[in-house]
């Protein structure tokens, strides 16, 4: 969560399997807006991802049944169990974020499917987004010296 509240978070979305996609991990900023279930969430990217409807830079994403054909009946688990696996399986290089992503999509599909494999191995290890979450935390981890989980601070006697 971010800022302690429920409207702002980060998920950990995994590519799907049998794509090019497959291992890589990224860390997905959620906001939600007040008017949810009823206006659709803000869904983005935090690390690198090349993709035709993914802005490199921003990490927006360009998806039409998040951003124009939202309905109250869907929830996060579908953005992020069917919507975004889908986006990334079925890419639309005719409306694109990333127009260059899109042009070596169209103009040979082997060499753009490396470059996303590429940009898996450089941005999206899962050991990265645990690095970039732990840096980003406003949590304060405890130490055992800070804290002290054991019975004996328990204060008052048990009614029988």
Known sequence: MI???????????HGPGDSPYHGGVWKVRVELPDAYPYKSPSIGFTNKMYHPNVDEMSGSVCLDVINQT???????????????????????PS???????????????SAYEQRVREYCQKYAKPEDVGA??????????????EYDSSDE???????P
């Open 70 to 92: 939202w309905s109250p009946m869907f929830d996060l688990v579908n953005v992020f169990e069917v919507f975004l696996p889908q986006l990334l399986l079925y890419p639309n």
């Open 153 to 159: 601070a328990v204060v008052g006697k048990v009614d």
């Open 95 to 109: 409306d694109p974020l990333n127009g260059e992503a899109a042009a070596l999509m169209v103009r040979d599909r």
């Open 3 to 13: 800022n302690d509240g429920m409207q702002e978070f980060y998920v950990h979305f």
């Open 132 to 145: 970039a979450l732990e840096e980003k935390s406003s949590d304060e981890e405890l130490s055992e010296v």
